[in-house]
């Protein structure tokens, strides 16, 4: 069966001559009668009359098979169209896989400095831990990787196929509480442990924290009181005052500014990082490389 053996009865159907059917079909009036024997063949039965003389008629089965030979014709091609509506926003689609954090802080940033370039298509931000991120770009699932970049945390995508632009830097800050007069509600330095408010070690902040602490042989007296793995419910877990968190700079800088929050340790707690967003170096769709290009001139 082929669509086009639809396409030619339907049209000797309506048209009631093989010599008009096959004009309106742009086929030669033998290789139109062929296809419709084709599919007289395929029907297993005659499905029009061939007397000679006059209009042709369908036989009962033609008649029969008429109204089934539209509707396929009519969704097959309804189909095809949806089909390339599918195809055309697919290519105006992009997929970035990145944390929750970044998503929150470094991506909200670059978006709302590249708003015109996001006119030309949609992007879908995916939320998911480190690991994840790395196997959707690797599986091709996601055209896009935004992680943090850290000398203990690994980044294991080969070098051959993918590559990657440094879209920021910052740094991980411990804060707490400020106090009515802007002192920190907990501190590094004193005889009593600290509340330690920890992520979880699936979170690549996780990972920099425990990293930075299990290699400093100063690092202050901590009590870990929870564990949790949302920087959000972390800064408001600091904001009620219940222990220090290590928290982005980029995230807390303003309420450290207005006095919310305080440092609960000097400069040499802090925390430095990169944020990568790493691509395949095949080439990606128009957009997705409008979109780069953008990134790579900021």
Known sequence: ?????????????????????????????????????ALEAWA???????????????????QAFLETAQQM???????????????GRQARTVTLATGRTLARTVVADWLARIQPVLAGGELRVRTCALDESVAMIERGEADFTLAYHHTSLAVRLDARQFTHLT????????????RAGGAPLHHFGGTDAVP???YSHTLALGRL???????DPLAPRLARVVECDSADAQYEYVLRGLGVAWLPWSMVHADCQSGRLARAGDERMQVRFDVRMYRPKRRLSPWAEALWATLARQ
């Open 167 to 178: 879209l920021a830097s910052d740094r991980l800050v411990p804060v707490t509480r400020a």
């Open 73 to 87: 014709a009519q969704n097959l091609a309804h189909s095809h169209e949806e089909l390339r509506a599918i195809a």
């Open 44 to 62: 297993g039965t005659p499905l029009t009359e061939r007397d000679g003389g006059g209009p042709v008629r369908l036989t009962p089965a033609g």
């Open 1 to 37: 069966m082929q669509l086009k053996w639809l396409e030619d009865f339907i049209a000797l159907a309506h048209e009631r001559s093989f010599t008009r059917a096959a004009e309106l079909r742009h086929v030669t009036h033998p290789a139109f009668g062929r296809r419709i024997r």
């Open 196 to 198: 330690y408010l920890a």
């Open 209 to 215: 924290v425990e990293d930075r602490l299990a290699h």
